[in-house]
């Protein structure tokens, strides 16, 4: 995945839009695998089963895909995909659902109605910032576990994982911007007693907003 920050969705978002007399139902949701997406693509089918098209576009780190469900090539779901890169979005799957209204389009209608269908959905939500992060392994002795914890759990940081054996062991995820703090707050707390391994690379929620 790109080291670059992005945007994503914290819920599902949905917005009808209207092209002469057909109706185009956009539905984007948070996913972070490609079976997320296509389980959501099936959701979508089962809830408008009447629909002439449900086109799809999704973007889940490097994987890219637009399906244009039946529309001449390149009208629906390369539109919708462009729609999702050109705002900066990702882990995110797009849906649009067409209910034919009578009247054909053309190509240029149709690609004008997708990228609408999914701009216009993506402008009534309220994106997520997501920013690079590492995931630190902090290992302490278990009679600093629970006040480390403790401190952990009420700081910015994430705290993904907790594991007790010889020594207790928290995986958090610091802002690559952070972590230079993030070893000194840990000195000061535990008096130099913990140990820090850096790990994998993620992105997390912006603490900032």
Not at 90 to 114: E, H, K, P, Q, S
Not at 145 to 155: C, I, P, V, Y
């Amino acid at each position: 995945m790109d080291v670059s920050s992005y945007l994503t969705l914290s819920d599902v978002a949905e917005h009808e839009t209207e092209a002469r007399r057909s109706r185009f139902v956009c539905a984007l949701a948070p996913v972070s695998t490609v079976a997320q997406a296509a389980a959501f693509v099936s959701g979508r089918r089962l809830l408008h089963p009447g629909a002439n098209h449900h086109c799809t576009a999704y973007v889940i780190g490097e994987a890219r895909k637009g399906d244009d469900d039946g529309e001449p090539g390149g009208t629906a779901g390369t539109p919708m995909l462009q729609a999702l890169i050109g705002r900066g979005f990702n882990d995110v799957v797009a849906v649009v659902t067409r209910y034919f209204g009578g009247t054909l389009l053309g190509a240029g209608g149709l690609v004008r109605a997708y990228s609408s269908a999914v701009t216009e959905t993506l402008d009534q939500v309220t994106p997520v910032r997501m920013v690079p992060a590492t995931l630190m392994e902090v290992s302490v002795s278990h009679d600093l576990a629970g006040r480390l914890e403790n401190h952990l759990r009420a700081s910015r940081h994430q705290v993904t994982d907790v594991a007790y054996g010889s020594r207790a062991v928290f995986t958090v995820a610091v802002g690559q911007e952070e972590q230079a703090g993030f070893a000194d707050w840990l000195a000061t707390l535990t008096a130099g007693r913990a140990r820090l391994v850096a790990g994998a690379p993620v992105h997390v929620a912006d603490p900032a907003g």
